[in-house]
């Protein structure tokens, strides 16, 4: 009884502990998994990055994605010349969704660092503030990956059906294929404030889906229905893109063929404005944009994506870890970065860029081929 008793008073003593159990903080949480998701950096390799850093990531998000948008605002005219108007739609709304990850999330982030600089010790959120940022990070996160997604889909289309792509598909198409994968991105994100919840991760400057304690079916069901979805727009995205490229590639070793076969019959080569033109079309530069996001993706949201599921996959037979995990920190960084580099797909991959890329190749090409009849 004493022994209780003691453990029982040492517990209400501890600040930390009457957060967690408080009725109105309450994160439904079990107190003795928590303190080892939410040790001090200083026990872990892997230490989180301080207000500067984030206040760095989140301007400079911001500044890309809004630089990203007044290039395609400039570039609207010649989209809709080419009837490529559902594209430009995808795209503005997949950076406006990468701004809103960069501003509202970052927002929250960096409100608990101010507040935990003022702190003796790093304190959670309450549960309202964890609740907000955990389905804002779910939401943007998704809504990324569905219309990077919504992209490939509808370059695939263009490019194998232009016929149909060109009869069929309008701007209040690509409009509401935008909201409906923005209102799926939201169910999801939405669908833990009442089935699930949001806790706050290591080092407790984040909140998220409970990836590495879940407590219940339905704590595992919603990390496995993020980490399927994304993995599956991820793969969907890159079976398009190649599908796009190579049907691309086909058309312009067709294009060569016409060319060569026009030259040996009027003895004239085509000159290097127009084989340019041809290569460096605005279908070549936005599956170029299309295939480098895509990849992009991958990389900085594979190791995420696949971490998760591989968590909730082991957690039937592993049991749980004990401590942070400190590979699902160095993903979620790896993931944000996703936001800030997208934009500069559109900044450097512009038609100008590409234009001088495959005038040097051409003229190289056309180089060696001179070089290779007069040998002969």
Same mark, same amino acid.
């Given at each position: ?70 290039? +395609? ?29 960069? +501003? ?138 190649? +599908? ?109 860029? +590409? ?22």
């Amino acid at each position: 009884m004493k022994e209780t008793f003691k453990k029982d008073s040492s517990d209400h003593e501890n600040p930390l502990h009457m957060m967690t159990t408080s009725p109105l903080l309450s994160f439904r949480m079990n107190s003795s998994v928590l303190p080892g998701a939410l040790s001090n950096s200083s026990s872990t390799s892997l230490r989180p990055p301080g207000l500067g850093m984030s206040f760095f990531t989140m301007t400079f998000g911001v500044i890309s994605n809004l630089t990203a948008l007044a290039i +395609l605002f400039k570039s609207r005219v010649r989209f809709r010349r080419q009837s490529k108007t559902p594209f430009l739609i995808l795209t503005v709304a997949l950076l406006i969704a990468d701004l809103g990850g960069h +501003l509202i999330p970052g927002s929250f982030a960096m409100s608990l660092h101010i507040n935990n600089m003022y702190q003796p010790k790093p304190e959670m959120p309450n549960e309202t503030l964890c609740q907000i940022f955990g389905a804002s990070m779910v939401f943007f996160g998704l809504a990324s990956l569905l219309l990077g997604c919504g992209m490939a889909v509808e370059r695939v289309v263009a490019i194998c059906f232009p016929f149909f792509h060109a009869a069929t598909i309008t701007k209040g198409h690509a409009r509401r294929l935008v909201l409906s994968l923005y209102f799926l991105a939201l169910s999801i994100a939405i669908l833990p404030l009442f089935i699930g919840r949001y806790i706050a991760q290591h080092p407790g400057t984040w909140c998220f889906l409970p990836i590495q304690f879940p407590h219940s079916r339905r704590d595992r069901s919603m990390a496995l229905v993020f980490s399927c979805l994304g993995i599956t727009a991820l793969t969907f995205s890159l079976l398009c893109n190649i +599908l796009s490229g190579l049907v691309l590639l086909r058309a312009r070793r067709k294009a060569q063929y016409v060319n060569t076969k026009s030259d040996s019959t009027c003895a004239r080569r085509p000159s290097t404005a127009s084989s340019t033109s041809v290569f460096c079309s605005l279908d070549v530069e936005m599956m170029v944009q299309l295939a480098v996001l895509t990849v992009m993706s991958c990389v900085c949201w594979g190791p995420f994506l696949v971490h998760i599921l591989v968590l909730q996959s082991n957690q039937s037979s592993v049991g749980l870890p004990e401590g942070p995990d400190r590979f699902l920190l160095l993903g979620l960084r790896m993931a944000s970065w996703n936001q800030i580099l997208e934009p500069w797909v559109y900044i450097l991959l512009r038609r100008t860029v +590409l234009f001088k890329i495959c005038r040097r190749t051409l003229n190289n090409f056309n180089y060696s081929r001179r070089e290779t009849f007069v040998l002969q």
